[in-house]
């Protein structure tokens, strides 16, 4: 029985690599570290602070700190609960209108043929997804608040309209949300390939069978990808609703506001810690469902 033989040269070549596949792994490490101090400074320590005062309480009596799921307690009741709840169905809702919205607007600028149009809306809406926060709440007071511009011009207020509410506050969302959805779709857009459609135009699909079948079945990962990506976003959004709705609006991130300046109630500051660790909890659902997602849809567009 004879045994196989190895020449020296893939011997060389084998040890070469593994040589080299040794050398490069230190190196590395090396690299990712300076991100890795990175991280672990400006996430890791602010989360264990959150999570350390989310899950611990003070005796008034002897200064002691001792753990309690008190505050854990507290945030999953009464208006805290409410506050949660309202920020989840006003970020899914925002969510899902600004992914539809986005995806047809995506889908004019991939099919259209100027390419000065694509252009100029591809930057406004890398500008106009970035533009959030008190100028935002500001620009809709002035312009479809109580006594502005276009509320005055168009009657709004007699037709039922208020910024002020639920309903404008999703309007106000939109503005952002949608050109985000609009840079998230595009590139995946432009991923199907035209020789799938050839395909299905050759074997006598129509249209809608070639999107049923093939362009959605691509896109949907992507798709769903976007709609968490604009959830979360949404989810943590705090300066624009703080200065247009106040507490009007039940949302979370207003909760966190007043529980550590102390305007409804003093000394609850370990329950704004423990909400916070339930928007963290979320947002790494949101994450969680996000990351497989990009990957796959990666795996096909590319």
Known sequence: MSTPTTSPLTEG??????????????????????LLVFTGLCFGIPLGAIAFGAVTGTDPATGATRPTGEHLARSLQGPYLG???????????????????????AQALVTSRSTALRSAALTASGVLANFGGVPLAFAFIATVGISGVVTRL??????????????????????????????????????????W?????????????YWRHVGLPVLAPSLLGGFVLLFGTAFAAHATAAALVGGSVPLVTLKIADALSGNVLTGQENVALALGLDMILIAGLVMALYLPLQRRSARWLR
């Open 83 to 105: 506050s949660l709840v309202g920020s989840v169905q006003l970020s899914a809702l925002t969510a899902l209108l600004a992914a539809v919205l986005g995806v047809l607007i």
């Open 154 to 195: 168009a009657d709004l207020t007699g037709l039922g309209w208020n910024l002020y509410s639920f309903t404008g506050l999703t309007v106000v969302y939109l503005y952002f949300l949608t050109p985000l959805m609009v840079l998230v779709t595009v590139p995946a857009l432009d991923g199907l390939r035209p020789q």
């Open 13 to 34: 070549t084998a040890g070469g690599a593994t040589t080299r596949r040794r050398r490069r792994g230190p190196r590395t490490w090396l690299a990712v570290l300076p």
């Open 197 to 209: 459609r050839e395909a299905a135009r050759n074997s006598g699909a129509t249209a809608s069978q």
